[in-house]
């Protein structure tokens, strides 16, 4: 028999996106036959990875873990997408993203490291489970991306909006406060911006966190309707900067989580409603950190999909 070594079974899986466990199950079956192999594969239905791998996997579930760790805490959440809305209700694939998501946890949130972790429920890797799944269902899956967050005293919370079961749903928020004071009216705070966060959308906790080719897109916006505002026509140059700052610090208000009106407190800002929080939590409080993921985001999904699948089912072009 020939010997099953790792550089055949990793040919294997490079050549059908197959499993780790199925390549050197398969090859075991052949002999060592690489090409008889991809048959047995094929004859299992376990070689179909590869082929959905250039398919849009735009829906899915965004996963979310915390776990107390002696006065602080600490949380992960990823995004775990599939191609429809239909396999994020399979159970199978629910409980993957939940898993995922305390890999992460042990990991701080490093992508490679949770695909390449061993499988928590099982023999082989993260990425092999993910493998497993694509053959299994028939979609192609991706882990997209993932983070983390930390705090030495106190919470790192977690909100999913419309969760669909524990931890899971569509729209998953982590938020950090550090503070000394009362746990528990730390952690009643902490939920309130998280589900802030949910609903108001900020790209940054800070201006400075802004990234810079944000500001830039928004500045040159607003010169172009600076340009053409006829009440700023003829204005000297420092009127004209005057204006693009001015609005330039308004969207700053909308994008910056501290400067953002706090939905349960409108007459706050998220930054004056931490700081009035205080008096209640009894220490001082603050934000040092915030993630908000919603499914999906910024995934170029082909919008003739299911146009296309219909007009194959009816036999219209």
């Not at 849009?56 to 979310?64: D, F, M, N, Q, T």
């Not at 042990?106 to 082989?124: E, F, Q, T, W, Y």
């Not at 705090?151 to 749903?169: F, N, R």
């Amino acid at each position: 028999m020939a010997e099953v070594t790792a550089a055949l079974v990793k040919d294997l899986r490079e050549k059908t996106g197959a499993g780790m466990m199925d390549c050197k199950k398969a090859l075991t079956e052949t002999n060592g036959d690489l090409e008889a192999a991809i048959d047995w594969l094929r004859a299992k239905g376990l070689s179909k990875a590869a082929k959905k791998a250039d398919r849009a996997a735009a829906e899915g579930l965004v996963g979310v873990a915390v776990l107390k760790n002696g006065a602080g805490a600490r949380g992960a959440v990823v995004e775990f997408n599939s191609e429809t809305d239909f396999v994020a209700r399979n159970e199978t694939f629910q409980q993957a993203t939940s898993a995922f998501a305390r890999v992460a946890l042990d990991v701080h949130g490093d992508l490679a490291a949770i695909l390449a972790a061993k499988n928590p429920a099982g023999d082989g890797t993260v990425q092999d489970v993910i493998t497993n799944l694509i053959a299994t269902i028939g979609e192609n899956m991706t882990l997209r991306r993932s983070a983390y967050l930390a705090v030495e005293q106190g919470v790192v919370t977690p909100y999913v909006h419309g969760a669909i079961a524990d931890g899971l749903g569509r729209i998953g928020v982590l938020v950090a406060v550090q503070s000394a004071g009362d746990p528990a009216k730390v952690e009643a705070f902490a939920r309130k911006v998280a589900m802030h966060i949910a609903a108001a959308g900020p790209v940054a906790l800070t201006d400075s966190d802004v990234p810079a080719e944000r500001i830039e897109r928004e500045r040159a916006i607003i010169l172009e309707q600076v340009k053409e505002d006829p009440k700023l026509a003829g204005k000297p140059q420092n009127v004209l900067d005057g204006a693009v700052n001015g609005k330039l610090r308004k969207i700053l208000e909308e994008l910056v989580l501290l400067k953002q009106k706090f939905v349960h407190e409108p007459d706050l800002t998220v930054e004056a409603a931490a700081k009035a929080a205080e008096k209640e939590i009894g220490a001082p409080a603050t934000i040092t950190g915030f993630v908000r993921y919603v499914i999906g985001e910024g995934v170029e999904k082909p919008k003739d999909d299911f146009a296309a699948e219909v007009a194959g089912m009816t036999g219209k072009a």
